[in-house]
């Protein structure tokens, strides 16, 4: 099987620096995933990472490392529209069928 | 353009009765996903089509559950004599062959009283 391990719940300050880890432990890899999830609403896709590293696209940057099965999400500059869940996904194979944590709830207080 | 969409967007059904639930994915899109997300929980995977062939149905949680994709296009997920432990939101999504995002649907919720 798969495990995929992240904090249930984050909350931050609107402006504030947030930091949601993922670890894993799956039977293959093709790459790490971070999805957001509006309460309701279906999850859009923010990141990927297949090698080592640190990917920056905007006020989100995701990290991964292979060997220690462990990424995080970065989110900077937060936004009250940033509440929200954020999924951390594996894909354990070339399909690319996900195999997901049970999501980080992350609060944006003012 | 449109995006991938689900119908119904709600369903309440009674224990024992037979549901179906639509995926139109984004056109021209080759692979399409069917996930089941629990209440608090990430989606958990059910089962995977490129273009008409099912390739992986390990997700299915039992003989109840049943898909198809008959023209490569529309896909249907059938639940028969649904049981409570059904309950939950049916995710799909779509992508483009061989890439790795995948672009969701707004999901059915179904609930079974």
Redesign the interface.
Known sequence: GQNIDQPTEMTATEGAIVQINCTYQTSGFNGLFWYQQHAGEAPTFLSYNVLDGLEEKGRFSSFLSRSKGYSYLLLKELQMKDSASYLCAVSPTNDYKLSFGAGTTVTVRA | GAG?SQSPRYKVAKRGQDVALRCDPISGHV?L?W?QQAL??????LT?F?NEAQ??KS?LPSDRFFAERPEGSVSTLKIQRTQQEDSAVY?CAS?PRQ?????????TRLTVT
């Open positions: 991938v692979s996903f996930y608090g929980q990430g989606p958990e995977f995977y490129q390739l992986d997700g995710l992508s890439t790795y995002e995948q672009y969701f649907g707004p999901g």
